[in-house]
């Protein structure tokens, strides 16, 4: 029998319990064993909970019992998470997680730990909630040298562009439908400010490379500057406004990644994502493109997620299922120093100034008379911020060209 002690009894908790348990048959056929939650750790009491019986207080029952052999971290943060992990993998247990902002900060030393105590440290969820991608890259695309990730990786954010694409409505009116459905968090920063899709990237362009990416220097913009004018111009071109992470090497081998707004033509994959749901392009020299597509959060997407690391897990007891990914950084490309193609918006009594700045195309959309979009050449993005600075109040808001 495979026991499995599962650290926080929040939503992803709860429903990697929910999924053992409802669909234990089918979970414990996979697995090869009989599989059955011993523990469930969290600082509260569940005494109405049909799981209740199982919660403690105390992380040292599961650390010290051998019979529990993989532990399910879905705590979250850096601080408990991170030493209960530690803590796991040195007895030996194996630990899946859904804790992206561990595994991008923490990924490489906790990788190491598990190959020395003969276990496995495994993160599916992490990244696209319930869209397999983790596992993919390092089996399925193993043959590959992956020369690009392209990604919409946050469902929040999808939500808020779709819904002021479709509606009309503004930032902040979508921001408040978005919280009260369960989607945002009280405090958004996080998704609209680009940290969480961040974090993803670095851990997918690790996985990429092989060489440690630290989320710390990947350059990262938000959708908050994002405006209804924006869209009306991008549906005017046959377009649209996505929040994409962008992981792709470069000739000379090292990292460009970025997380950012981009304009994405309509016939673009990623063009039709929409709404909650997340997408990843993969690009690999001998394959091509691949995408994985499916709801990307979620309380039971994510925590099938976990499970089936937990159901690898089992299957490979006593050893360490490969993950490579070292702690030797990459080298990142700067993004200044890029090509770029960038739609701008502009006061229509700055047109000659800004046809002066950019070589392009003047593009206007109806029933905008208070403003004109342009589409510049291609060009280094240090140069195009140099003049488009240099326009100040002139400028309404730029956008890059995926």
Same mark, same amino acid.
């Given at each position: ?20 348990? !409802?669909?234990?048959?089918?979970? !414990? *056929? ?9 523990? %469930? ?17 105390d992380v040292n029952l599961i650390l010290e019992d051998p019979e529990v052999s993989v532990v399910c971290e879905v705590m979250g943060g850096t ?18 997680? !859904? ?26 969820? !992490? ?5 397999? %991608?983790?596992?993919? %890259? ?17 469902? $929040? $954010? ?67 500057? %994002? ?110 120093? $890029? ?9 229509v009594s700055a047109r000659a100034e800004v046809e002066a700045a950019f070589s392009g195309r003047v593009f206007e959309a109806p029933d905008r ?30 956008? *890059?060209?995926?």
């Amino acid at each position: 029998m495979v026991k499995v002690a599962v650290l926080g009894y929040g939503t992803v908790g709860s429903g990697v319990v929910e999924v053992i348990e !409802s669909n234990n048959e089918q979970v !414990s *056929r996979n697995a090869g064993e009989e599989m059955h939650v011993k523990y %469930i750790l969290d600082l509260r009491d569940f005494p109405e909970d049909p799981y209740g019986d199982r919660v403690v207080h105390d992380v040292n029952l599961i650390l010290e019992d051998p019979e529990v052999s993989v532990v399910c971290e879905v705590m979250g943060g850096t601080g408990p998470a991170y030493q209960f992990t530690k803590q796991a993998l040195e007895a030996g247990k194996s630990v899946c997680t !859904s804790n992206k902002e561990l595994v991008a900060k923490h990924g490489p030393e906790l990788l190491a730990i598990a190959r020395t105590h003969n276990c496995s440290y495994l993160f599916e969820a !992490s990244v696209g909630g319930g869209i397999p %991608i983790i596992r993919p %890259i390092n089996s399925s695309l193993t043959a590959e040298k992956i020369l690009s990730i392209l990604g919409i990786v946050n469902g $929040t $954010t999808n939500y808020i562009l779709t819904k002021m694409e479709n509606e009309g409505a503004g930032f902040e009116e979508v921001l408040k439908q978005a919280q009260e459905l369960g989607y945002a968090e009280r405090n958004p920063e996080a998704d609209v400010e680009g940290h969480d899709a961040c974090r993803k990237l670095a851990i997918l362009s690790s996985l990429m490379t092989g060489k440690n990416v630290d989320a710390g220097a990947i350059y990262t913009e938000g959708i908050t500057g %994002i405006t209804n004018a924006d869209f009306a111009y991008a549906k005017a071109a046959g377009m649209t406004i996505r929040l994409l992470a962008a992981g792709k090497l470069t000739e000379d081998g090292r990292v460009l990644a970025m997380v950012a707004p981009f304009l994405l033509d309509n016939t673009h994959p990623l063009a039709m994502v929409k709404d909650v749901f997340n997408a990843i392009f993969v690009t690999g020299n001998m394959l091509g493109d691949s995408m994985y597509y499916g709801r990307g959060a979620g309380k039971l997407p994510t925590a099938s997620a976990v499970v089936s690391d937990v159901i690898e897990c089992a299957r490979n007891q006593g050893r360490t299922i490969p993950c490579f990914w070292d702690g030797e950084s990459a080298k990142l490309a700067e993004v200044s120093e $890029t090509e770029q193609r960038y739609f701008v918006r502009a006061r229509v009594s700055a047109r000659a100034e800004v046809e002066a700045a950019f070589s392009g195309r003047v593009f206007e959309a109806p029933d905008r008379a208070e403003d004109f979009g342009f589409f510049t050449d291609a060009m280094i993005e240090k140069d195009f911020n140099e003049k488009y600075d240099a326009l100040g109040d002139k400028v309404l808001g730029r956008i *890059r060209l995926a």
